[in-house]
């Protein structure tokens, strides 16, 4: 048992995918194979030869963003553009730069104070992992057998297709095939994986589907093994539903905050949000008062430690952007952002949708990183995103604050965050016509509030008259004075 | 262009087929891993856990052998027992104890003024072979499909058994995908290869089928790259057959010396040799007028530096094991280790022959060594091959001097070796019977030589009366005068 580690609520992370985000010229290897321009569609397959080097070249544009935190999909040697096909857990794939790579990106990120999390696949490996690889080279008389999980012989890897395949793959597939984590070995191979590269100076993994790993013994070894060699080290894991099995504190972390994106898209965004077939994601209209139960309920399922810790997303690479989620519309975005950059738990942006790219699902919305081609770049939108992580750090009490809801109606919404210096009330319109908002005055600490947001706002707001006009699709901040109360 | 290496033509190879020479008990890895019991028949596939520190363990036997030189099977990672389908050229496979045991072995074998060349598999990789399991993932869309020589998609890799690969694999086979040498990157990798691990200290490389990349610019290339990171390192060809346009100077130092076995059989097991199927050998009975000739035209076919390089063997993990090939006659055995031991070119032992194993060809030969059962060690053989390999040593002539043939009859030959300062006359009589051989007096440039062989002889030669008697199925050795003549 122990706490999350202190830096993480006070954390913006962006999320990169690896192969899209930047590509650095960098790289040898790149001219020893043949790789896709960056830029083709995200449709076909292939890699476009981002890498770890592109990453470094752009912490200052990160920095000015205001991020602090990266979250890397899988680094490892992979035959898959998105790399949870692993190879080789002990080697960054050579098409990112290889070991070096990632000591240069960790050296670069660190002085800067930036941390690293990398995407951590310990359920399944691929048809190239060495054990499986000598599996399927020698069958079940293989010295690594019972690593996995066999059915019968010959093996079928790559087909016949009207065949399933005869062993475990994640999801039936025959391209991840799965671990036999009962297998002592592999527990020893598969935490020696994870606390090598805490070794190597990670700041902590991002778990892909640890549900698939029923076993809490293992989870918890895991974390104390990795809590050992860095008490810091942060664990968050897949979970896409309320994830309380976990995050009793002996497991994860946090989660990938999931169930909140869906309660907030459909607040943010109940006009205009477009369904996503997904088994965990509803995406279905919520009412001001719908979505302030739901929120209560998902932070406040946990201990205080924990609601700081989770990972707080619009999107990743398994779901469309964002924006295209909020059907298009920029003013449900900047709400959704500012609704992660005022509440507790670690906001997430994912590469890219700083700038309004507005893709559908995979593989679409794992496109390359539009450097090339600026000019469709929405720099609005992006200087937003610079000013509310901005809010955000420039105000503890918007991380570490308890949070309540003060008013929830059929589109408004009004929170408040506290500590015992500061106080902050959040609100949210999300009708297309401008509305008054009462905040209900008995419960005030203080006479008056200061606007912080939006930044051009100079509307304060007092207790003796605690009416404020909000514009229609807008969120506004007010802030205690910074005096002890 | 540039002489094999000095150190060559002093040296006894021993071949070690890593998997089956000896088990430590000292790599961690074995633990995690299901291994065949040691000793289990070679029928039976799987790995038996052979591995470096064995080796390492053994050197004082190999030493007190008069083995100056290792020739190791492959032993780079690879999901095949004899590990000629590699799937990562760079790291030694964790069953054999990894990089870390080749570094011990390297060392404690130099210490021991004892040198290790590894065997070179670049004519084709493994299914598990990173850029070729990217092609299998990836299919022709994959950065590294011009690695290989694709036809057509989808790959079939495991199958189904009635259709062919569809890209090239050694002799037709799935599981051995052929590099495309013309491809630039290729070639660096390759070189790269060999170049590493002679900077990391091994001796030289033997190369698997290297006739298949049929292009002397890359053999010329891999040469001149190796030789500039080490002069002395050996490069020796598995090639079968007469090796003219390779042993100009300007590819390889030496070739496995088939050509000579496959005479020398005939001669010394004329009426008791096996036959064995193999395009390039006979193994049919010969005359001691053939076998001279044929061991001429062999040796002398060459250069005298490449003679003195020619790797001089009588069997292989590829064949049958010496003493099946003859029948079972450890006479004819004695005979033909006493002609590697008399003649230009360094003799070569394959693991096991020493103690009188004697099984068939592949996979029979390839038997774990009986360190568990020394109550089946031929001891006598053992005796007889660690004097003639000190016979050897003790006599430069018989490792420098220039070959002739003194005499040749239906069942006996006398060669001579001869230098500035010495001179040995080398006798066989492979007839069931005793012997009277003259040797032609005129040709002596000695009135008398001493006996060395048998250890146990004290007839001297003289050339005022130059017949010896010689018991059948035996060889005797004569040595002039230790001072100039």
Redesign the interface.
């Given at each position: 048992m122990s706490t999350p580690p202190e830096w993480v609520q006070h954390a913006v992370f962006y999320q990169i995918f690896p192969d899209r985000f930047a590509r650095s010229g960098q790289v040898g290897v790149h001219?020893?194979?043949?790789?896709k321009p960056w830029g083709t569609p995200p449709e076909?397959?292939?890699?476009q030869g981002g890498d770890l080097y592109g990453i470094i070249q752009h912490l200052d544009y990160l920095q000015d963003l205001g991020v602090t935190a990266l979250y890397l999909n899988p680094i490892f040697?992979s035959?898959?553009n998105h790399r949870y096909?692993t190879?080789?857990y002990y080697t960054v794939d050579p098409?990112l730069g290889g070991n070096e790579a990632l000591q240069d990106l960790l050296g670069a990120a660190h002085r800067r104070d930036m941390r690293v999390v990398l995407d951590g696949v310990f359920n399944h490996a691929?048809?190239?992992f060495?054990p499986f690889?000598?599996v399927?080279?020698?069958g079940i008389?293989?010295?690594?057998?019972?690593w996995f999980h066999l059915h019968g012989e010959?093996?079928?890897?790559?087909?016949?297709e009207g065949e399933p395949a005869n062993y475990e793959g994640w999801a039936g597939l025959r391209?991840l095939p799965e671990f036999n984590t009962d297998h002592?070995?592999v527990r020893?191979?598969l935490f020696d994986v994870a606390t090598h590269w805490i070794e190597q100076g990670i700041d902590g993994w991002r778990l892909d589907v640890p549900g698939e790993i029923d076993d809490a013994d293992f989870w918890r070894t895991f974390r104390t093994k990795v809590k050992d060699v860095n008490p810091d080290a942060y664990l968050c894991g897949e979970i896409w539903t309320h994830a309380d099995r976990w995050l009793q504190g002996d497991q994860f972390d946090g989660v990938m905050n999931y169930p909140l994106t869906d309660s907030l898209f459909g607040f943010v965004a109940h006009d205009t949000i477009r369904g996503f077939a997904h088994q965990h994601f509803d995406f279905t209209p919520r009412t001001g008062t719908q979505f302030a139960e739901e929120v209560l309920d998902t932070l406040t399922r946990y201990p205080q430690a924990i609601q700081h810790a989770q990972l707080n997303l619009l999107d990743s690479h398994d779901t469309p952007r964002v924006l295209h989620t909020l059907g298009g519309s920029v003013e449900a975005l900047r709400m959704a952002v500012l609704f992660q950059m005022t509440m507790p738990g670690a906001p997430c942006i994912y590469y890219g949708d700083e700038i309004g790219l507005q893709s559908a699902g995979d593989p679409h919305c794992r496109e390359a990183f539009p450097w090339h081609n600026e000019s469709i770049w929405h720099t609005g939108l992006l200087a937003f995103y610079q000013q509310a992580t901005a809010l955000r750090h420039e105000h503890p009490v918007l991380r570490t604050g308890r949070v309540e809801v003060l008013s929830a109606t059929e589109r408004q919404v009004v929170f408040r965050r506290q500590t015992a210096e500061r106080e902050a009330l959040i609100a949210f319109n999300t009708a297309d016509n401008l509305a008054t908002l009462t905040v209900p005055a008995p419960a005030l600490n203080h006479a008056a509030y200061q606007p912080v947001w939006p930044p051009d706002r100079t509307a304060g707001l007092r207790a003796s008259d605690p009416s404020v006009q909000l514009p229609e699709r807008s969120a506004a901040v007010w802030m205690s004075p910074a005096s002890a109360s």
């Open positions: 001219d020893t194979v043949t790789l076909e397959q292939g890699f040697a035959a898959a096909h190879y080789d098409l691929s048809r190239g060495w690889h000598h399927l080279e020698n008389d293989s010295p690594y057998a019972d010959p093996l079928r890897p790559y087909g016949p391209g002592p070995p020893d191979f």
